[in-house]
């Protein structure tokens, strides 16, 4: 037992992070329950339609496809904070639906900021390559973020989905627009 203020604040911390590890495990066995019975509720997802399952946390993208067959791939997401637009770009946690596609020269109509800065003294020099490559970008209906090829070193994007250009290619490929996405939250380690 403790009776000074460095004991309880001892205490008070080690009941927090315990608190903190069993809400993550809550959160994992849903993601468990959800994946593992996500075929036997159609509300979820239809067993006959190929879906997605982003996890920020483990940098992984779970393609599902339509016949029950699983592929694991190497996936980015939103960075914790950008600092040219000073604010997070974390992907936001949601399910989504793939609402249009874009072939492997599509560019960024929003980064970098250069690209898209008004002409300073109606001096303006034309950018015939500005914007960021975007290679296979799979767009979620009604958003502005969505799944492109892109580096897959840690989470650094503006909110989009980077997997690595064949992954994206073949995604783009196989899956029909409509397709079922689903963003886990990102969990505070």
């Known amino acids: 037992m403790c009776f000074n203020r460095k004991c309880t604040l001892t205490t008070t911390q080690n009941t927090q992070g315990e608190a903190v590890k069993r809400i993550r495990g809550v959160i994992l066995v849903a993601v468990a329950i959800l994946v593992l019975f996500s075929e036997t509720f159609p509300a979820i997802a239809s067993a006959r339609e190929a879906r997605l399952v982003f996890d920020p946390n483990r940098h992984t993208l779970t393609y599902f ?56 003294n109606g001096a303006c020099k034309p950018k015939p390559a500005c914007g960021a490559a975007m290679p296979h970008f799979m767009k979620f209906a009604g958003k502005r973020f969505g799944i492109h090829a892109g580096t897959v070193s840690r989470n650094n994007s503006h909110g989009c989905i980077h997997v690595p250009s064949s992954v994206a290619r073949f995604l783009s490929d196989t899956l029909p627009i409509g397709t079922l996405v689903t963003v886990l939250p990102y969990i505070h380690r």
């Open 65 to 120: 496809s339509a016949t029950g067959a699983r592929k694991v791939y190497r996936a980015t997401g939103g960075a914790d904070w950008c600092p040219d637009i000073k604010r997070p770009c974390k992907t936001p946690a949601g399910t989504y639906r793939i609402g249009i596609k874009y072939g492997p020269k599509y560019r960024s109509k929003t980064y970098p900021l250069a690209c898209y800065q008004p002409c300073k």
